[in-house]
C-alpha cells in the first residue's frame, strides 16, 4: 500500500515535470516485488521502518529509485495507508452486520407472537414476546450498522502535505513547474479515491481513530448484551434459549454433563476488550502535542489491527449462535405458566376498578393474594394465584372473568407489531 503511494506520488511529479516516465514505470513495474526480508534486515540497521522500504524499494528499482518519496515526510505515505486500510476494514465489517440483518429478520418473524416472560431487575415482570427481545438487538445492530456506514463515508488521509502540514517541502520542489502543492496533493488523493482532512499537522488528526473505534465498540456493546442475555436465558433456571452445541462437543474437562455457552462467553470477553481500546485512541488524540508526538506510534500497531479482528470474531460468533439459536417452548411456557399470572394481576385491577371497585383497596387485595402465592412457589408448590384470586369476593367479578383476565398469554401489548416493524427495517 505505502508503494501504491509511491507510486502515485511519482505519476503526478511527472504531471509536473519533476521526474522522468522512465522512472515513474520503474517504479510500477516494481510495486508487487515485496521483499520483507531485505526490508527487516535494513531496519535492523537503520531503526526507521518507512525508510527501510523506501531503500528496498529503490535497491529494485536501478532507473526510478532515485525519486522515490521525494518532497513526502513518512507520515504522508503512512496515514494515507492508514486511511486506506481502515475504510477496507469497515466495509469487511459493515458487510458482516449486514449478513446478520436476514437472519434476525427470520427469527424475529417466527417468534413476533411467541409469548414469553419478561424480566427487569432479573425479576418476573410482564409478558413480551420472543421476537421483541431479538428485535431490541436488532434495533442496536441497525444503529451501528448507520454509525459504521457514516464512519466509512467520512474517512480521510493526510493528503500529501510535509513535515508540519503546511506544504513547504512541495511548495519548494513545485517552484516554476505550474503545479501548488495544494493540486499536487489533490491529484495523488484522487488516484487513491481518498478525500483528505483541509487542516493536518504531521499527521493526520487522531480523533478519526478515536471515531471508529467507537463505532466498533457500539457493535462490541449491542453483541456483548445480546450474548450475556443468552448466557442467562441458557442457565437451567430459565432454559428458554440456548447456543448451539455440537454432538461430540464437550463443555468441561472435569463435569461431562455440562453444556456452556461458550460462543457467547467469547463473544463478551472479546467485547469487554475492545470496550477498552476508544480510550487508548481517545489519549492519542488528546496527546499528539502541538504538531505531532510519537507516543502513539506503537500503540496504534496494535490497536487499529486489534480492534477490527476482535469484532471479526465477535461478529462471526454472533452469526453461529443466532443460525442456530435454540429456542426451548417447553421451558418457555413452563415459565409463563409460573410468573405469567402475577404480571395479569394488573389487568384484573383495571377490571375490577372499572366495574365500580375501589382501586386502593383492589390493589391490597390482589397484593395479599400475590404474597401468599410466592410463599407457596417458594417451597416448590404449584402456582394458586389463579383459583385463590378466582374465589375472592371482594374483587366484585365473576370467577370466569378473572380466570380469563389472569391469562397472561393475551398480555402482550403491541410487541409483536413492534417487532415485526423493525424486522421490516432489515430489509
Request: aromatic letters at 6%; glycine letters at 6%; charged letters at 25%.
Amino acid at each position: 500500500m505505502w508503494r501504491r503511494i509511491w507510486v502515485a506520488l511519482a505519476e503526478v511529479q511527472q504531471e509536473a515535470g519533476l521526474v522522468t516516465a522512465e522512472q515513474v514505470a520503474d517504479l510500477r513495474a516494481r510495486a508487487d516485488a515485496i521483499d520483507l526480508e531485505r526490508a527487516l534486515q535494513i531496519e535492523s540497521e537503520i531503526h526507521h521502518d518507512l525508510m527501510a522500504e523506501v531503500r528496498t524499494y529503490a535497491e529494485q528499482c536501478p532507473v526510478g529509485g532515485g525519486i522515490i518519496h521525494l518532497g513526502a515526510t513518512s507520515m504522508d505515505i503512512e496515514d494515507n495507508a492508514d486511511a486506506l486500510r481502515l475504510r477496507e476494514s469497515l466495509n469487511h465489517v459493515i458487510a458482516q452486520v449486514e449478513a446478520l440483518f436476514p437472519v434476525l429478520r427470520a427469527l424475529i418473524d417466527q417468534h413476533a407472537e411467541t409469548v414469553c416472560m419478561a424480566f427487569t431487575h432479573l425479576q418476573p415482570a410482564e409478558p413480551t414476546t420472543v421476537g421483541y427481545r431479538i428485535a431490541v438487538t436488532a434495533q442496536d445492530l441497525l444503529e451501528d450498522h448507520a454509525a459504521l456506514v457514516r464512519l466509512r463515508a467520512s474517512v480521510r488521509g493526510k493528503g500529501l502535505r510535509g513535515a508540519v502540514g503546511t506544504s513547504a517541502s512541495y511548495g519548494e520542489l513545485l517552484v516554476g513547474t505550474g503545479m501548488t502543492p495544494a493540486a499536487m496533493s489533490a491529484r495523488v488523493m484522487a488516484k487513491l479515491d481518498l478525500t483528505p482532512f483541509v487542516i493536518v499537522t504531521q499527521t493526520a488528526p487522531r480523533r478519526q481513530e478515536w471515531d471508529i473505534l467507537n463505532g466498533l465498540a457500539g457493535v462490541a456493546m449491542t453483541l456483548y448484551k445480546l450474548a450475556f442475555d443468552l448466557r442467562l436465558l441458557q442457565s437451567p433456571v430459565f432454559g428458554e434459549w440456548a447456543e448451539p452445541f455440537g454432538k461430540s462437543q464437550v463443555g468441561s474437562s472435569a463435569m461431562p454433563f455440562k453444556r456452556n455457552p461458550i460462543n457467547a462467553e467469547n463473544i463478551d470477553s472479546l467485547a469487554r476488550y475492545v470496550a477498552t481500546l476508544p480510550r487508548v485512541a481517545w489519549d492519542n488524540a488528546a496527546h499528539n502535542l502541538l504538531e505531532r508526538t510519537l507516543d502513539d506510534s506503537a500503540n496504534r500497531r496494535l490497536v487499529l489491527p486489534e480492534a477490527f479482528l476482535a469484532v471479526d470474531e465477535i461478529l462471526i460468533k454472533a452469526a453461529r449462535i443466532l443460525k442456530g439459536l435454540r429456542i426451548d417452548a417447553h421451558s418457555i411456557a413452563r415459565n409463563l405458566e409460573r410468573y405469567g399470572v402475577f404480571a395479569a394481576t394488573e389487568r384484573v385491577l383495571m377490571a375490577a376498578s372499572r366495574a365500580g371497585g375501589d382501586r386502593q383497596v383492589l390493589h391490597e387485595v390482589i397484593r395479599e393474594h400475590s404474597l401468599q402465592a410466592w410463599d407457596v412457589i417458594r417451597t416448590g408448590g404449584a402456582n394458586p394465584l389463579i383459583e385463590s384470586l378466582s374465589a375472592e369476593a371482594r374483587i366484585g367479578l365473576p370467577a370466569g372473568q378473572i380466570r380469563a383476565l389472569l391469562d397472561a398469554s393475551a398480555y402482550i401489548g403491541d410487541a409483536p407489531e413492534r417487532a415485526r416493524e423493525i424486522a421490516e427495517m432489515l430489509g
